[in-house]
């Protein structure tokens, strides 16, 4: 099992930015890795893909793309989610997992975006 530790998250006003980091207890380089999004009251969503295995690709939901852009460092072992223009509804717990290989989840990281 991959542990995952995700961070970077707090209170940010609508327009803003934040970067998350997701930091894994293990090796991850061979596999896509992805970030999730739980709004309150909502299931926890995919928002954005990374490729593994040296891919770089990505994948966004049409509900943040050109906002939200996810980037990795296998040697660091983490995986990052730059979002931009953060909006009200971009306001959820964050978490990263394995797409398709999914492990535990970790603690997650809250955003807030409010005035």
């Known amino acids: 099992q991959v542990r995952f530790v995700e961070s970077g998250g707090g209170l940010v006003q609508p327009g803003g930015s934040l970067r998350l980091s997701c930091v894994a207890s293990g090796s991850i380089w061979q596999y896509p890795m992805a970030w999730y999004q739980q709004a309150p009251g909502k299931e926890r969503e995919l928002v954005a893909t990374?490729?593994?295995?040296?891919?770089?690709?990505?994948i966004y939901a049409d509900s943040v793309k050109g906002r939200f852009t996810i980037s990795r460092d296998n040697i660091q072992k983490a995986v990052y989610l730059q979002i931009n223009s953060v909006k009200v509804e971009d306001t959820a717990v964050y978490y990263c997992?394995?797409?398709?290989?999914?492990?535990?989840w970790g603690q997650g990281t809250q955003v807030t975006v409010s005035s």
């Open positions: 990374i490729l593994g295995a040296g891919g770089r690709d990505t």
């Open positions: 997992n394995i797409p398709g290989h999914q492990q535990s």
